[in-house]
Structure formats: C-alpha cells, structure tokens
C-alpha cells in the first residue's frame, strides 16, 4: 500500500527566510508526487507534480522540489517565503497522473511566517 | 486551472437526516470525480472514485450504504449522507479529473456539522 509520511506537522519560518518541507512516501511502483497548498476557504491548489524525468521541479509562487529515488523523498522547498505562504502543505503520491486516479495524502505540514 | 465548485459550503443538520452534497466541474468535462473526507488538523482520506454513468468504487472500509455517491453527468457528482449521526462531522472535499489534464482539481470543500 501507498503512504507518504511528512514529519513535520508545524513549521515556523521567519519572512524572508528561506524554507523545506519534507515528504517521504512509500510506493511499489514508480510514483506521481505531488505537493498541493491548502489556504482556509480555498480548495487544494497545485504547487507542482513530478512525474518523470528532471529531478528538480518547478513549480507556481517560487517553489520547487527534488525526487530523490534513493531516500523515497520528495521534499519542497522555497528560498524566500512571503507572508503569504502561511498555509497548509501537502504532500500527495498517486499512481497515475490524477486524472483518473485518487490520491494519497501525506497529514500535512501547517506553515507559519514570523514578521 | 479548471474549476470545480461544492455546494453547500457548509451544512448543519440533525441527527438521523441524509444531506446531500454537489461537486460541479464549471469549465471541463470530468470523466472521474472523487470525494475525499479530512478531519480537523489531519490529512485528506479518499473515500470514493466515480466515474460518470457507472457506480462509484468505494475504499475499504467506506459504507457505501451511507455514503451515495452519483455521477450522472460529466459536470456533477453528489455525496449523499444518509441517517447522519454527530461521527460524521467532518470536512468533505470533492475533485474532479480528466485523463487530458493529468492531474485533478479540487473543489473549496463542504463542513458538515451533524447535531
């Protein structure tokens, strides 16, 4: 069975700093990772997706991520978050590209931006 | 990206009445909806897959008895509660896919409270 595991359940960064958030999932297969943002009110908004090729993701709002086969790790990072940033981060694997599958969700990491 | 809406956005209702959610794609055609479930400070849990004119697949342990799902169209899947008791307070979020557009859209979720 697919899991994603991301240990850090809050995260404090100042505003300007620089920021990762990390995922670790569990898939048979080769996987489809995705890292969505969740801000109150609003649905999950996609940040990027990885699927193959380049390791290195590029992604909406200044993100990207790095899949790292070895270590089954997909984490986000930003090298200067906004006060806007404060939300919700989540870390999904499928098995396909989610048109037609459903995905698994890491719990998610709650981000907080210091003034 | 594609947009998806859920009505209502939040719901209150007694205890052993059924209340009926709707999930719309608003500009594309989704051959595949899903419906996930997240409780407070936790992570999204699939808890169904339709595809429109056939019956939704349900993950295990999901009562598809109390949770009805219809996907009539290409544009509106609904979740039905039925019989809802307090245990079903939760947040319910609804996606819509399209094997074209490799990923799913999520729509903004509806809280429901059961009294």
């Known amino acids: 069975a697919q899991s994603v595991t991301q240990p850090d359940i809050h995260i404090t960064v100042s505003e300007g700093a620089s920021l990762e958030l990390r995922c670790n999932y569990s898939?048979?297969?080769?996987?489809?990772l995705f890292w969505y943002v969740q801000s109150p009110g609003q649905g999950l908004q996609l940040l990027l997706k990885?699927?193959?090729?380049?390791?290195l993701v590029q992604g909406i709002k200044g993100f990207e991520a790095e899949f790292k086969r070895s270590q089954s790790s997909f984490n986000l990072r930003k090298p200067s978050v906004h006060w806007s940033d404060a939300a919700e981060y989540f870390c999904?694997?499928?098995?396909?590209?989610?048109?037609?599958?459903?995905?698994?969700f890491g719990k998610g990491t709650h981000l907080i931006i210091q003034p | 990206g594609a947009v998806v809406s859920q009505h209502p956005s939040w719901v209150i209702c007694k205890s052993g009445t059924s209340v009926k959610i709707e999930c719309r794609s608003l500009?594309?055609?989704?051959?595949?909806m899903f419906w996930y479930r997240q409780f407070p400070k936790q992570s999204l849990m699939l808890m169904a897959t339709?595809?429109?004119?056939?019956?939704?697949?349900?993950e295990q342990g999901v009562e598809k008895d109390k949770f009805l799902i219809n996907h009539a169209s290409l544009t509106l899947s609904t979740l039905t509660v039925t019989s809802a008791h307090p245990e079903d307070s939760s947040f319910y979020i609804c996606?819509?896919?399209?094997?074209?557009?490799?990923?799913?859209?999520f729509g903004p979720g509806t809280r429901l409270t059961v009294l």
């Open positions: 996606s819509a896919g399209a094997i074209s557009y490799n990923e799913q859209f």
């Open positions: 898939y048979g297969a080769t996987p489809y």
């Open positions: 990885y699927f193959s090729g380049d390791t």
């Open positions: 999904a694997v499928g098995s396909s590209g989610g048109g037609a599958d459903g995905l698994t």
């Open positions: 500009d594309f055609q989704a051959t595949t």
């Open positions: 339709s595809n429109e004119g056939s019956k939704a697949t349900y």
